[in-house]
T-cell receptor, first 112, second 112 residues
Framework: EPEVTQTPSHQVTQMGQEVILRCVPI?????FYWYRQILGQKVEFLVS????????KSEIFDDQFSVERPDGSNFTLKIRSTKLEDSAMYFC??????????FGPGTRLLVL | DAKTTQPNSMESNEEEPVHLPCNHS???????IHWYRQLPSQGPEYVIH???SNVNNRMASLAIAEDRKSSTLILHRATLRDAAVYYC?????????????FGQGTILTVHP
């Protein structure tokens, strides 16, 4: 069964450093998402991406964040200058159309 | 604002049915009701969704009240692997981008 994959599974970085989280969505899907979950808290929407552009973003998704689909298969989330409060699990999701979203296993980001 | 209300936690015994309730009294006519679950240390996983009629799939059944202000996720025979956080989510139909707004969900504990 096709699945969403994410790399790395864990990332440790220093405050102020840039990180790139990578996702490979299901191959024929058209809509892509990033969510995050701070430890012990609920899953929060960050951004949705369709037709090579951001379709919606939350207040969390400020200028420090960017997304890209550089080669038609990968979908990346970049955090330019990480803060301590960016420590969280980051989930990528994708869907084909008006259907369910399929989530990846997540990347655990720890900012020191 | 998830706009759904679920009990914080529920318990069940293995092999018994589980009924997980959700209130969504302000639901609009085009909102779908989605259920996702999150097993420990994993990303959210789609369970089932519906609009008006009751729905069944291999994982669960979804019973939707006639006025659509509430719904119930039914696990027919709970197993230890069903222990997870279950999220009831309203998702605007007709909105292709379809971000998911998670609440706190219901923590389901299954006893052997």
């Amino acid at each position: 069964e096709p699945e969403v994959t994410q790399t790395p599974s864990h990332q440790v970085t220093q405050m102020g450093q840039e990180v790139i989280l990578r996702c490979v969505p299901i191959s024929n899907h058209l809509y892509f998402y990033w969510y995050r979950q701070i430890l012990g808290q609920k899953v929060e929407f960050l951004v949705s991406f369709y037709n090579n552009e951001i379709s919606e973003k939350s207040e969390i998704f400020d200028d420090q964040f960017s997304v890209e689909r550089p080669d038609g298969s990968n979908f990346t989330l970049k955090i330019r200058s990480t803060k301590l409060e960016d420590s969280a699990m980051y989930f990528c999701a994708s869907k084909l159309a008006l259907e369910t979203q399929y989530f990846g296993p997540g990347t655990r980001l720890l900012v020191l | 604002d998830a706009k759904t209300t679920q009990p914080n936690s529920m318990e069940s015994n293995e092999e018994e049915p589980v009924h997980l309730p959700c209130n969504h009294s302000t639901i609009s006519g085009t909102d779908y009701i989605h259920w996702y679950r999150q097993l420990p240390s994993q990303g959210p996983e789609y369970v089932i969704h519906g609009l008006t009629s009751n729905v069944n799939n291999r994982m669960a059944s979804l019973a939707i009240a006639e006025d659509r202000k509430s719904s119930t996720l039914i696990l027919h025979r709970a197993t230890l692997r069903d222990a997870a956080v279950y999220y009831c989510i309203r998702n605007a139909g007709g909105t292709s981008y379809g971000k998911l707004t998670f609440g706190q969900g219901t923590i389901l504990t299954v006893h052997p």
